[in-house]
């Protein structure tokens, strides 16, 4: 039997094939763990094969190979910050008018998980929502760079939930809780260069049904849109991501749900939902 973290690669719509051959240099990369050992690597068939540092920053092969099918997958980046982007599809605005400029806020290092661990909601959190997302991994050190250039500094991406709390949304002083809570930050279960990453299909579904779709065309800010326009303000450093918004309506979720996040030639990512016990 295929293990968890091999079907979450392979499972991936037969358009990634197509997209494969389009180009040649689609790669892709996974952060693992092995006999009690984290590392980086790069998967060329059901392999994994061992890099020295996170492919931004070393992409040189140390020769170890371990089969995909040994390996636990962890979030493919350990950001130094992680920065969203609101309200950045139409279909998610209604009759609201777009901005002018990107809507930005911050959840934390903390936030995240990785595919196939489970969204634990704290005990007073009756109104969480899923929202599918492509997130952005960045390559290099950017600050104040322009849109033609920001395309430079973009390593590659993966699939992100940016799980949100709606009435905490609506009630606190500011998003912290609603987004920025431990585990609301799934991401996963694989970084791929490579890909036209303005044109993908993003879907989610809750317990198998599909509650999202739209292509990621339909940003109101494309990627080097945000890119740049982050980077006027905060320093973008290498490891560090950005999810680029969410489309449609969003539900409730609720301990027992699964959520699956499936991103065009990326793969699914998914978690199940858990909530805690007061204490």
Request: with cysteine; aromatic share 8%; net charge positive.
């Given at each position: 039997?295929?293990?968890?973290?091999?079907?979450?690669?392979?499972?991936?719509?037969?358009?990634?094939?197509?997209?494969?051959?389009?180009?040649?240099?689609?790669?892709?990369?996974?952060?693992?763990?092995?006999?009690?050992?984290?590392?980086?690597?790069r998967v060329v068939g059901t392999t994994v094969q061992q890099?020295?540092?996170?492919?931004?920053?070393?992409?040189?092969?140390?020769?170890?190979?371990?089969?995909?099918?040994?390996?636990?997958?962890?979030?493919?980046?350990?950001?130094?910050?992680?920065?969203?982007?609101?309200?950045?599809?139409?279909?998610?605005?209604?009759?609201?008018?777009?901005?002018?400029?990107?809507?930005?806020?911050?959840?934390?290092?903390?936030?995240?998980?990785?595919?196939?661990?489970?969204?634990?909601?704290?005990?007073?959190?009756?109104?969480?929502?899923?929202?599918?997302?492509?997130v952005i991994v960045i390559g290099k050190r950017a600050s104040?760079?322009?849109?033609?250039e920001a395309k430079q500094y973009v390593f590659g991406i993966?699939?992100?939930?940016?799980?949100?709390?709606?009435?905490?949304?609506?009630?606190?002083?500011?998003?912290?809780?609603?987004?920025?809570?431990?585990?609301?930050?799934?991401?996963?279960?694989?970084?791929?260069?490579?890909?036209?990453?303005?044109?993908?299909?993003?879907?989610?579904?809750?317990?198998?049904?599909?509650?999202?779709?739209?292509?990621?065309?339909?940003?109101?800010?494309?990627?080097?849109?945000?890119?740049?326009?982050?980077?006027?303000?905060?320093?973008?450093?290498?490891?560090?991501?950005?999810?680029?918004?969410?489309?449609?309506?969003?539900?409730?979720?609720?301990?027992?749900?699964?959520?699956?996040?499936?991103?065009?030639?990326?793969?699914?990512?998914?978690?199940?939902?858990?909530?805690?016990?007061?204490?």
């Open positions: 039997m295929l293990s968890r973290c091999l079907r979450a690669l392979l499972f991936v719509p037969t358009v990634a094939t197509a997209l494969h051959a389009q180009s040649s240099k689609i790669t892709t990369y996974v952060r693992y763990a092995v006999d009690g050992q984290t590392s980086y690597g890099l020295r540092a996170a492919p931004w920053l070393d992409s040189t092969r140390t020769g170890r190979t371990t089969p995909l099918a040994r390996v636990k997958l962890l979030a493919p980046a350990t950001p130094s910050k992680v920065i969203a982007v609101g309200l950045n599809y139409q279909t998610h605005l209604g009759e609201r008018s777009a901005a002018t400029y990107p809507g930005l806020f911050a959840k934390f290092p903390t936030s995240i998980i990785a595919h196939d661990e489970n969204i634990v909601l704290p005990p007073d959190a009756n109104n969480a929502h899923y929202e599918g997302e492509m104040n760079v322009t849109v033609a993966t699939v992100g939930n940016d799980v949100s709390e709606r009435d905490w949304q609506k009630s606190d002083l500011q998003w912290f809780r609603a987004k920025a809570a431990d585990t609301f930050g799934p991401m996963g279960p694989v970084l791929i260069t490579g890909l036209n990453y303005d044109d993908l299909l993003l879907q989610t579904r809750l317990n198998g049904e599909v509650v999202q779709s739209q292509r990621t065309k339909d940003l109101i800010f494309d990627v080097a849109a945000q890119v740049s326009y982050i980077s006027q303000y905060v320093t973008l450093m290498p490891g560090d991501v950005i999810y680029t918004g969410t489309p449609g309506t969003t539900k409730r979720i609720v301990a027992g749900d699964v959520v699956e996040v499936e991103l065009e030639g990326v793969g699914i990512l998914r978690n199940r939902v858990t909530q805690r016990a007061k204490r």
